[in-house]
């Protein structure tokens, strides 16, 4: 009688996590997107399992000197899956190798660099992770 | 591996540290984030550059990394055997950016569109 509780409990703790992870899951399925639908879902009410991407970096961009109108502009945001949200965010925090960031994380190459360059890095993320269509 | 004791390893210590600075990174990249992962980087950079002083017979030692189990170490080792096997390395790359497993997938495609002149 316990071992057929504690499965019960088991199970229904299981179908707790599928319940709480299911819109990340499923949004992580998401095959690439036009810009333009992107850009226009953002426009939306917000979806579980989505986050509103900044194609120029927020913070980055402030730093740069860009206007708030321009980082907010829906021209700059994306709707897109959480996890690859997060995963894109910490791609830009890590050293590269190679060309074009030769050891330096793409935060740090794009410090230096004007809004064109930033949202070009922007676009190609979006492309590497899956998300935007090449 | 610190760096001041490269020299004094043999190429397989060479290139089995580096395999286990990647696995590390794979770890960091989940668990431990990105200062972690910066140290890792060094680390392996260092290693690299000590199989580029010994010349081309020490650098050929990194393709057999290539089938190794772990994706963060067949993607480390084809980016940095890239120029001296090219064909193979390439091959490596494009498994792996067709895996879909981020953010894995995405620096090999990184380092192919690089080579194409795609980005």
Redesign the interface.
């Known amino acids: 009688m316990a071992r057929a509780l504690n499965e019960i409990q088991t199970l229904i703790k299981i179908y707790e996590w599928l319940r709480d992870y299911e819109p990340l899951i499923r949004a992580a399925m998401d095959g690439p997107k036009s810009l333009k639908d992107l850009q226009q879902a953002a426009l939306g009410p917000s979806v579980p399992g989505y986050h509103d991407h900044h194609i120029v970096e927020q913070k980055a961009a402030e730093n740069g000197g860009a206007s708030q109108a321009e980082i907010n502009d829906p021209n700059n945001i994306v709707r897109i899956p959480e996890l ?1 949200h997060r ?1 894109i965010n ?2 830009y ?8 960031f030769n ?1 330096m ?1 793409p935060r740090d190459y794009l410090r230096d660099k004007g809004w064109a360059e930033r949202r070009r890095v922007g676009l ?2 979006l ?4 998300v935007l269509e090449p | 591996m610190k760096r001041t004791i490269l020299t004094d390893k043999t190429v397989d210590e060479l290139i089995n540290g580096f395999a286990e600075i990647c696995v590390a990174q794979d770890h960091a990249i989940w668990f431990e984030g990105n200062t972690k992962y910066k140290s890792l980087f060094k680390q392996m950079m260092a290693i690299d550059a000590e199989l580029k002083r010994r010349g081309l017979d020490a650098r050929q030692a990194m393709t057999r990394l290539f089938t190794h189990p772990n994706i963060q170490v067949r993607l480390k080792a084809a980016i940095n055997a890239f120029d001296i096997a090219p064909e193979s390395a390439r091959t490596v790359l494009e498994d792996i950016r067709r895996s879909k497993h981020y953010p894995q997938a995405a620096d090999a495609g990184l380092r192919l569109d690089v080579e194409d002149g795609k980005f």
Not at chain 1, 93 to 100: A, D, H, S, V
Not at chain 1, 127 to 130: A, D, N, R, S, T
């Open positions: 690859k995963l910490g791609w925090g890590r050293p590269n190798e190679g060309e074009p050891g994380s190609e993320a492309k590497l992770f899956g």
